[in-house]
Structures are given as C-alpha cells and as structure tokens.
C-alpha cells in the first residue's frame, strides 16, 4: 500500500487546531495523544510540532533508544510530497522557519527500514484474540517481543468478567486500601496508648523494652522503609523473573503479572494492582508480622509496608500518566522509570526511589546522550 501523501498545507492546518504532527526526514507521525506521556514533558513535543524531530532523536543531549523510535513508528501517517514548484515539503517548511534534515538520507537508513517492518510485518500473536493463551508459544521469541512496547491495550482473557476483574483504576487502591491504613493506625494509636505494650529479648524473658505511643511514628516508618525492600525484591525477582523458553507456564505466568505491562506500559487500566491479587502479598506480611512481634508492634509494622504499598502504586501510576515539574524529582524519577521500560529491562528496579538499586548495583546509569 502507498503512503499517504500529506502536504505542507495540511501539516500546518493539523498543528494549527492543536494537534501534534511531527516530521523525520519527508516522513510524519501522529502524536497527538502521546504528548502527555512524553518522559520530557509536554512542551518538549509541542514546541516541536510541525518541525523535524531527527536531531532530536539522535542527540545531544538526548539520544533515544531503538525501542522508542520502535515506538514513534506506531504514530506514522504518511509522507510529505513534493510542492508544485519543484521544490520538496520540507523545503518549503525550512523557508517558513522551521527546522528540518536531510529527507532521502532518512529514507535510505536503516532506521527507516525498521519503521517500514514495524508498521507491516505481520506480529507474532492475534490481537483480536487475548494474548495471555498465545504468548507461551513464543518460546524462545518472547522476552525480545515482550521488551518492545507498544501503543494498544491488551485482552487477556476470553471471559468479560474475568477480563474486567483484570483491570483497575488507581483510585480503587485509594478507596480500598487508605481506609485500612487509617483505621490500623488509630487502633495502634490506641492500644500502645495504654503504655502495658513490651518488647521482649528473644535472648532472655529477663529483658524487655516499653513500646511507648510515640514509637508508633518510628515503627511505622520502618514498615515503609521495610515495604520498599518487598517493593524491589518483587519487581526485580518475580515480575523480572526469565522464564525457561521450553515452559509455557512459567511465560505465561510471567506475562500475567508482568509482561503485559512491558509490552503496553501505557494501558491506564493495567498499572495498579486489583485489590484480590495485592492481597496475596498483603495478607502474608501482616500474618508474618504478627508471628515475629507483639500485636501493637507487628501491626504498627504493617501499617507502614501498607502505606508504603498504597504509595508505590500511585507512584508509578503518576510516572506513566502523570506530569511533573521539570526539573524535579519526580521528572527525574518518571525518566529513570521509562528508561527502564525502553531501554534498561534489566535494570532500575525502584519504582518509589532508587535507594536498593543502588547496594545491589542495579542503578540505571547516567548518560546525559540517552533519554528513552
């Protein structure tokens, strides 16, 4: 099928009512619905709409990743045609003021031609079926097809119901869980109030310490320093986890809990946990807990780990659909995240920060010619 021919014309006309059309070399893309996603923030894509983004691409300062041109290739829509007067689109914008690079040197690169196979090979799996029954026959094809996102949401399963029970909204976790986290607090609050609460040496019953009201605050924030450990060792060990390329199951198992949102890392609906899988985890830690300290304590314990959860599944539904100050920690935190996603799969752990990537050497490195 032959590009579509877009003229200079229409370019502008498209940019003018607010859209975000964007060129590489004589080619354009559609990113309109992506500018709010955009790791360097919104302006970035918008001061450039209408322009030719190639030097952009390749740095400096910031040079993207195969993955993300991969993914700019899902915005294609057609190509520039030559004006009239001989001359090229591209040079007509470049005389209105815009930038713009060599269009036939794009077309001939190699980049190009693996735009062109994105946007026509045929994919490894159905979309129009659900993809959790078809990605085991990957074998030995799934983790490069699972670490190349794209723009499109995922089915899952057969059954609507069971596919809606899939999918949550980030406000189910608030509406559910800050609740709990509010009404375990004040009952810690009241119960180590009593002052008759007792830390006992697991040496000795000769020893014990008093758990005064006030050690609420400190034990609560070890709970929260304890859930950011959990945080990484899960997202590192289980949702990173390589399975065998000969075991169905194990990728199978592995794309329900992980590798579907590596594969779509923009689907809204599959960000935050559903509150019956977050209680495999939850319930657990709060028995484990129980078992290791006096009730007050353990549970103080725990309702730190759950803030903690409550914080890390807003956390990173704010780095994919958020948009932070530029500059500030959360930018950088949102950059760190999607670097993760596009280029370092096996790297940046830290959701909430990047304090265990760092004693386990798992720390995306800097590199001020990379970006995403």
């Known amino acids: 099928m032959a590009a579509r021919r877009i003229t200079a014309a229409e370019l502008r006309s498209r940019c003018s009512a607010g859209a975000c059309w964007v060129l590489r070399g004589n080619h ?20 450039r709409a209408g322009t030719d983004i190639q030097a952009d691409l390749t ?6 990743s195969e993955n993300a041109l991969r993914w700019l290739g899902q915005y294609y829509v057609g190509d520039l045609e030559e004006q009239r007067d001989g001359g090229t689109a591209e040079q007509h914008l470049r005389d209105r003021g815009h930038q713009y690079s060599s269009a036939k040197a794009y077309t001939n690169s190699a980049s190009w031609i693996q735009f062109k196979t994105f946007n026509t090979e045929k994919d490894l799996v159905d979309w129009e079926k659900p993809l959790l029954w078809q990605v085991g026959h990957l074998r030995e094809k799934y983790d490069e097809w699972v ?12 059954s609507d119901f069971v596919e809606s029970c899939s999918k949550t909204a980030w406000y189910v976790v608030l509406s559910v869980w800050v609740p709990v986290v509010l009404y375990l607090s004040w009952y810690c609050l009241t119960e180590l109030a009593r002052g008759d609460t007792r830390l006992v040496s697991s040496f000795t019953t000769d020893y014990s310490v008093a758990i005064s009201l006030f050690s609420f605050f400190s034990l ?3 709970g929260v320093l304890g859930w950011t450990l959990i945080e990484y060792a899960i997202h590192r060990f289980v949702f990173h986890m390589n399975p065998p390329a000969s075991n169905y199951y194990l990728i199978t198992l592995h794309f329900m809990l992980h590798g579907q949102h590596h594969k779509s890392p923009f689907d809204s609906s599959r960000l935050v946990f559903p509150p ?17 300290f ?3 304590v353990g549970l103080s314990l725990f309702v730190g780990g759950l803030f903690g959860y409550v914080a890390y599944d807003m ?4 780095l994919h659909y958020g948009s932070p100050n530029k500059g500030s920690y959360l930018a950088w935190l949102k ?12 790297s940046g752990f830290g959701i909430t920060s990047t304090l265990w990537d760092r004693p386990f050497n798992t720390l995306i490195p800097e590199d001020s010619n990379k970006d995403h």
């Open 315 to 318: 956390t990173h539904y704010y």
């Open 147 to 158: 670490h190349q996102p794209v723009d499109r949401p995922i089915r899952l399963f057969h």
């Open 28 to 47: 354009v893309y559609d990113v309109s619905g992506f500018v709010k996603l955009h790791p360097g923030g919104e302006e970035v894509l918008r001061d």
């Open 59 to 64: 740095g400096p300062p910031h040079r993207h």
């Open 335 to 346: 950059s760190y995240h999607v670097r993760h996603h596009f280029e370092h799969q096996k």
């Open 220 to 222: 609560f924030l070890v």
């Open 276 to 292: 019956v899988p977050a209680s495999f985890v939850i319930v657990p830690m709060y028995l484990l807990l129980q078992l290791a």
């Open 294 to 296: 006096p009730h007050p």
